[in-house]
């Protein structure tokens, strides 16, 4: 990799220093400061532009991480804004009273953005609620 990389930068100088020259040669102005361009205005960019490909080299190798990552954070995402199947009623504010309780007798559910494949949250479940 680092060879690669290095092969890279040589291309790179290869590429700046010939437009430098052809700049340079033939007098063009640089549009920000009005004047010819110079060699020093040249080799500054060209050292900047190579700290930032060497900056950049060392985020290689964590760009599957940063992809994972970016991915999980999209599910969460999805799922904080999904809209739930079974909705609570506006209405629900009244109070009910119970005098004796509730029976559930074999009780099977599984919510229904589960896939249909998945165990049941309650698999034929029987239970009482005392009342108070």
Same mark, same amino acid.
């Given at each position: 990799? !680092?060879?690669?990389?290095?092969?890279?930068?040589?291309?790179?100088?290869?590429?700046?220093?010939?437009?430098?020259?052809?700049?340079?040669? !033939?007098?063009?102005?640089?549009?920000?400061?009005? #004047? !010819?361009?110079?060699?020093?205005?040249?080799?500054?960019?060209?050292?900047?532009?190579?700290?930032?490909?060497?900056?950049?080299?060392?985020?290689?190798?964590?760009?599957?991480?940063?992809?994972?990552?970016?991915?999980?954070? #999209?599910?969460?995402?999805?799922?904080?804004?999904? #809209?739930?199947?079974?909705?609570?009623?506006?209405?629900?504010?009244?109070?009910?009273?119970?005098?004796?309780?509730?029976?559930?007798?074999?009780?099977?559910?599984?919510?229904?953005?589960?896939?249909?494949?998945?165990?049941?949250?309650?698999? #034929?479940?029987?239970?009482?609620?005392?009342?108070?």
């Amino acid at each position: 990799m !680092h060879g690669v990389f290095m092969g890279i930068i040589f291309i790179y100088y290869l590429y700046v220093y010939s437009i430098a020259t052809v700049l340079i040669n !033939h007098k063009v102005n640089n549009p920000v400061t009005g #004047k !010819h361009y110079t060699i020093a205005e040249i080799v500054s960019v060209a050292q900047a532009t190579q700290i930032s490909m060497m900056t950049f080299s060392g985020v290689i190798p964590i760009l599957p991480q940063i992809m994972r990552a970016l991915i999980c954070a #999209k599910k969460v995402f999805d799922v904080i804004e999904r #809209k739930p199947r079974i909705s609570s009623k506006d209405d629900s504010s009244e109070v009910l009273t119970l005098e004796q309780g509730i029976k559930f007798k074999d009780i099977t559910f599984r919510y229904p953005t589960q896939l249909a494949t998945s165990r049941d949250i309650f698999n #034929k479940a029987s239970f009482e609620i005392k009342a108070g």
